[in-house]
């Protein structure tokens, strides 16, 4: 069955770091999302994609925050200066038509930052 | 904006009971999804809904549109059903729209 790849599946990065997380998402699928779980706490949603922009983000994606789908199969997200409270776990999603559709999640991306 | 609610928060069951788990949200949607998150942080997709009800093994979901009100249950339940289980609402626009997630119902089924 086709899935939603994600790397690194953990990573610790200094407080100030540039971090990118990767991912690839399912092939023919044309809308991608990042989400956000800090530990203990719901998953939150961070932005959509589609067409090659940004559709919709929320009051969490803030500057410090960019999304690239820089050669057609890959999609990622900067955090340009991490900061202590970034620490979570980043969800890569994607699904071929918008509200239709099933949506699939990669199985995450634990970021830490000390 | 929606707001997703969902009981109980956590369940401990017995081998083979039936189980179920609900989800209201505020507003109107395009869509609901059910998702299961194992113990490892990977999140599955179960159903996504916007009327009536579905059905995949021992899993069903239904939902109510008027009353902005959805349920999963679990037929025969079973220690490997162990999971959070999310309810999360698409909001009315559609689109390209994130979903909105409730805090997860956290089921243990003891054998």
């Known amino acids: 069955e086709p899935e939603v790849t994600q790397t690194p599946s953990h990573q610790v990065t200094q407080m100030g770091q540039e971090v990118i997380l990767r991912c690839v998402p399912i092939s023919n699928h044309l809308y991608f999302y990042w989400y956000r779980q800090i530990l203990g706490q719901k998953v939150e949603f961070l932005v959509s994609?589609?067409?090659?922009?940004?559709?919709?983000k929320s009051e969490i994606f803030d500057d410090q925050f960019s999304v690239e789908r820089p050669d057609g199969s890959n999609f990622t997200l900067k955090i340009r200066s991490t900061k202590l409270e970034d620490s979570a776990m980043y969800f890569c999603?994607?699904?071929?038509?918008?509200?239709?559709?099933?949506?699939?999640f990669g199985e995450g991306s634990w970021l830490t930052v000390v | 904006k929606n707001e997703v609610e969902q009981s109980p928060q956590n369940l401990t069951a017995q081998e083979g009971e039936f189980i179920t788990i609900n989800c209201s949200y505020s507003?109107?949607?395009?869509?609901l999804h059910w998702l299961q998150q194992h113990p490892g942080g990977g999140i599955v997709s179960l159903f996504m809904?916007?009327?009536g009800k579905k059905k995949h093994g021992r899993l069903i979901a239904t939902i109510n549109i008027q009353e902005k009100h959805s349920s999963l249950h679990i037929t025969a339940s079973h220690p490997r059903d162990s999971a959070v289980y999310i309810c999360a609402v698409r909001d009315p626009g559609g689109g390209a729209d994130g979903l909105t997630f409730g805090k997860g119902t956290h089921l243990i089924i003891q054998p």
């Open positions: 994609f589609y067409n090659n922009e940004i559709s919709e």
């Open positions: 507003v109107g949607i395009s869509a």
């Open positions: 999603a994607s699904s071929e038509i918008s509200s239709g559709n099933t949506i699939y």
């Open positions: 809904l916007s009327s």
